[in-house]
């Protein structure tokens, strides 16, 4: 998995030179502005970079910095500062199996008051394959607690009958990676006490809850909020367009949340969990989520 540091493209067939440059980006001419290295301003105080996601808005970066370089840096910081839970397999007394997911899927905001969208649990599951008897290989859940994200639960899992080549090509996770690792089935109990009542976060939310709800998680009545529908009610180009796709890099490309590890869980849930802050911040009209100021 590459990230080109110019442009933002990502992806697993991207490749970059040693200055981490796509095929297109080395062909065009630097700019001629001074460029800082995002690292070296990053970011001693992981809380001063939260603080300033949710009271300011999104959408500007200091002079003198790269873009993509600035804001990927920024949501490492955020990334690597989240306290992470002990996983401790434990037996599973039965398989619910799932199969029809009865959450409560909220693809809109409406009825809702700011202060009820503050607290949620953001996830994403990796798989084995890519059909829809595949089997989770990794699943990631962040916590967010008046919109700060606060913890991580991130396990790998082994899937029996082994991982495709073709999903390894995308997630880039390999049978021996997992070895060692639990089934899913084993970390479902610490999964929901780590959730508990707060309500789902996640990106094409049904596909993530339905290989849940087949492993044996209980998904019955849990509220979800979907930023895949969230995000095409919301989110338009500068010229008030739709954009040209809807998928988690590219929404939250749309809102300066940039990050270099597309498609593993816990990346992608704490992409989904800021990307659902800004969408709030949107949809209710404000960029301080805490005091709830208006969008001038």
Known sequence: ?????????SGPFVRVNEEGLCPLCQSRPAKEEPQKSAAKILFSDPKEIIDRYLTTPHDTYPKGYHVVEYYTAEFDCILNSLQEV???????????????????????????ALE?????VALDTETSGLTARAQIVEVSAVKFQNFRPTAVFATLCKPFGGISPQATAIHGITNEDVEH????????????????DFPLV???APFDLRVL?????????????DTLPL?????????GEKLPHYKLADSCRACAILFSGAH????????????????VKRHFGVWNLLEGKNIE
């Open 1 to 9: 998995m590459a990230t080109c540091v110019r442009c933002g493209i």
């Open 231 to 239: 995000a095409r009610n919301i989110l338009k180009t500068r010229d």
């Open 116 to 120: 009820q969208c503050g607290n949620f």
């Open 264 to 279: 593993r869980s816990t990346a992608d849930a704490l992409a989904a969990g800021m990307l659902f802050s800004e969408l």
């Open 213 to 225: 709800g087949s492993e044996g998680m209980v998904t019955r009545g849990r509220r979800v909020f």
């Open 86 to 112: 002990s996983v401790r397999p434990s037996p599973r007394s039965a398989l619910l199996g799932e199969e029809e997911v009865s959450c409560v899927f909220c693809k809109d905001l409406k009825g809702l």
């Open 202 to 204: 996640a990106h094409n």
């Open 181 to 196: 690792a639990p089934r899913c089935a084993q970390i479902l109990n610490g999964l929901e006490e780590f959730i508990g």
